[in-house]
């Protein structure tokens, strides 16, 4: 796993592969990136993919604070900004789904 700190929370993630458009994989609500590492393993050899720990969950800080989908996607803008992925196909399960519609309104 990958790990940056943002604002003093670090972020754990995956990436594997190359190519566009890359994807960014989100996982469901008290999972974490394993939930979609096939999905990973799948896409990875046409496609750079991303598969997070969202903040609270997996290999990422779980910082005493509210948890919402609004921080979860301004983690993700944030994400893909340090690793330079423009316009990721977004894919979600569950609560990851509700973060990606989240994401795509900002």
């Keep these: 796993m990958e790990k940056l700190v943002r604002d003093g929370v670090t972020l754990a993630f995956e990436q594997a592969g190359s190519g566009d458009p890359a994807l960014l ?3 469901c609500w008290c999972c974490d990136h394993s939930f979609l590492e096939p999905q990973l393993q799948h ?3 046409r496609h750079r993919v991303v ?4 903040r609270g969950h997996g290999e990422s ?3 005493q604070q509210e948890h919402t989908l609004a921080g979860f996607a301004e983690d993700l803008v944030w994400l893909c900004g340090q690793l330079n992925v423009q316009k990721p196909v977004a894919i979600g399960h569950s609560m990851g789904g509700n973060t990606v519609l989240e994401l795509a309104t900002r």
């Design 61 to 63: 800080d779980k910082p």
């Design 43 to 45: 896409f990875k050899n």
């Design 25 to 27: 994989l989100v996982h």
């Design 51 to 54: 598969s997070v720990d969202l």
